[in-house]
């Protein structure tokens, strides 16, 4: 696969518009996408542990606390359930187009070119603070273990937090997989000895003896009534950004997402860690959320392409099961989640004008930025017998 990705980036121009399936490679660059300056440094095992591992985290570790008290640990486990399936729609629709078109710029990439470059634009934003948002929830995450065992400063253990990500980010990708390797290997090994642990614990092999077991279940059930409720490639931002270290390292980019690790200090708050964790959390979640349902529609109007011109998904290098219906469940499944993850303030006694804000001041921080760039650049969506499918394709 890689020769085949090189062969790629040495290929001529070929005619974009031929759909001669003989011609097996063709130059892949149509405005927004191809080439970055970063390089490509990660091995094999730095992959697969970050895959493996992206799953183990603050989540597991605190915030199954307050789901499972609030869900009841079938309702937990109903909800596991949804947004996995959720999200595995989301991953079928995102392989079949990141393997028929490699190309940088990814996600926002994919919204220019099968929506709207105002949606790829507002795609750029919304899913890049997801994640400069979630450097701020890390920090106050440790905050909140290290709270634990030590009286530490919260301070403390913050911003020492923030200044070894800096310094991981701004390393070579290489050293930066090997970090990952490292605490993925921490984290495999915390999670298998917290099911050990629980295991020990509800079979009677605490201090005080006493056999836990499915007793939770039925007292007070496997539900919980709530409240009385029974069930820069693309050129859209600055150009420095860009800008890279001669060891492929986005210094500008990463500076610029780092600065929103400072928000971690809202833990010092009379609030505490806790409560700033989860708007922080919140904020991370619902741009992720949004990012998963535009990603969905990316691919229904890949597809929706294909079959105005004509195209079978047969010549694709990978298909993913039941499309379009995958790809109709995820966008279905993630909008609805978007919207009602914040419900529990519109209950009575319930309101609280932070987590609103935090539950839903990502939708408007995604919509605006699509009105900008529409009334400025006067961009229109794109019809599905115009979508370009040839620049770029791996075939």
Same mark, same amino acid.
């Given at each position: 696969?890689?020769?085949?990705?090189?062969?790629?980036?040495?290929?001529?121009?070929?005619?974009?518009?031929?759909?001669?399936?003989?011609?097996?490679?063709?130059?892949?660059?149509?405005?927004?996408?191809?080439?970055?300056?970063?390089?490509?440094?990660?091995?094999?095992?730095?992959?697969?542990?970050?895959?493996?591992?992206?799953?183990?985290?603050?989540?597991?570790?605190?915030?199954?606390?307050?789901?499972?008290?609030?869900?009841?640990?079938?309702?937990?486990?109903?909800?596991?359930?949804?947004?996995?399936?959720?999200?595995?729609?989301?991953?079928?629709?995102?392989?079949?187009?990141?393997?028929?078109?490699?190309?940088?710029?990814?996600?926002?990439?994919?919204?220019?070119?099968?929506?709207?470059?105002?949606?790829?634009?507002?795609?750029?934003?919304?899913?890049?603070?997801?994640?400069?948002?979630?450097?701020?929830?890390?920090?106050?995450?440790?905050?909140?273990?290290?709270?634990?065992?030590?009286?530490?400063?919260?301070?403390?253990?913050?911003?020492?937090?923030?200044?070894?990500?800096?310094?991981?980010?701004?390393?070579?990708?290489?050293?930066?997989?090997?970090?990952?390797?490292?605490?993925?290997?921490?984290?495999?090994?915390?999670?298998?000895?917290?099911?050990?642990?629980?295991?020990?614990?509800?079979?009677?092999?605490?201090?005080?003896?006493?056999?836990?077991?499915?007793?939770?279940?039925?007292?007070?059930?496997?539900?919980?009534?709530?409240?009385?409720?029974?069930?820069?490639?693309?050129?859209?931002?600055?150009?420095?950004?860009?800008?890279?270290?001669?060891?492929?390292?986005?210094?500008?980019?990463?500076?610029?997402?780092?600065? %929103? $690790?400072? @928000?971690?200090? =809202? *833990?010092?708050?009379? !609030?505490?860690? &806790?409560? +700033? %964790? $989860?708007? @922080?959390?919140? =904020? *991370?979640?619902?741009? !992720?959320?949004? &990012?998963? +349902?535009?990603?969905?529609?990316?691919?229904?109007?890949?597809?929706?392409?294909?079959? &105005?011109?004509?195209?079978?998904?047969?010549?694709?290098?990978?298909?993913?099961?039941?499309?379009?219906?995958?790809?109709?469940?995820?966008?279905?499944?993630?909008?609805?989640?978007?919207?009602?993850?914040?419900?529990?303030?519109?209950?009575?006694?319930?309101?609280?004008?932070?987590?609103?804000?935090?539950?839903?001041?990502?939708?408007?921080?995604?919509?605006?930025?699509?009105?900008?760039?529409?009334?400025?650049?006067?961009?229109?969506?794109?019809?599905?017998?115009?979508?370009?499918?040839?620049?770029?394709?791996?075939?």
């Amino acid at each position: 696969m890689l020769d085949h990705i090189r062969d790629i980036e040495s290929s001529p121009h070929i005619d974009h518009h031929d759909s001669d399936d003989s011609k097996p490679i063709i130059e892949p660059q149509l405005n927004v996408g191809g080439h970055g300056a970063t390089q490509r440094r990660l091995k094999d095992y730095h992959v697969t542990m970050i895959g493996f591992c992206s799953g183990i985290g603050t989540g597991l570790f605190i915030g199954t606390g307050s789901a499972y008290a609030n869900a009841g640990p079938a309702g937990l486990l109903l909800a596991y359930i949804i947004v996995g399936s959720v999200l595995w729609c989301v991953m079928q629709s995102i392989a079949e187009l990141a393997t028929v078109i490699p190309t940088a710029g990814s996600f926002p990439h994919f919204a220019s070119r099968f929506i709207d470059p105002a949606v790829g634009f507002s795609l750029a934003i919304s899913y890049g603070y997801c994640y400069t948002i979630s450097i701020a929830a890390e920090c106050s995450a440790s905050a909140i273990l290290v709270g634990y065992w030590t009286d530490l400063s919260p301070a403390v253990v913050i911003t020492i937090s923030l200044v070894l990500i800096l310094a991981i980010n701004l390393l070579s990708v290489r050293w930066f997989g090997e970090s990952e390797v490292a605490a993925g290997t921490i984290k495999i090994a915390c999670f298998l000895g917290l099911v050990l642990v629980s295991i020990v614990i509800t079979s009677g092999g605490a201090p005080n003896g006493e056999t836990i077991g499915f007793r939770y279940w039925n007292d007070p059930g496997a539900w919980v009534d709530y409240n009385g409720i029974t069930g820069p490639t693309d050129r859209q931002l600055p150009q420095f950004f860009g800008r890279t270290w001669s060891n492929g390292v986005p210094y500008w980019a990463v500076l610029a997402s780092w600065l %929103f $690790g400072p @928000l971690a200090y =809202l *833990s010092l708050g009379s !609030g505490g860690a &806790a409560q +700033a %964790f $989860g708007w @922080l959390v919140s =904020l *991370s979640t619902v741009a !992720g959320l949004i &990012a998963w +349902a535009t990603l969905c529609f990316c691919y229904i109007r890949f597809h929706a392409a294909m079959k &105005a011109q004509g195209h079978s998904r047969d010549s694709l290098p990978w298909k993913g099961p039941f499309q379009p219906f995958t790809a109709w469940y995820g966008f279905v499944g993630s909008t609805i989640i978007t919207l009602i993850t914040g419900f529990p303030v519109f209950l009575k006694g319930n309101w609280s004008t932070g987590d609103f804000i935090a539950s839903y001041i990502g939708i408007p921080i995604f919509i605006v930025p699509i009105i900008i760039w529409k009334l400025w650049h006067k961009t229109k969506f794109a019809r599905a017998n115009t979508i370009d499918l040839h620049s770029g394709r791996l075939r």
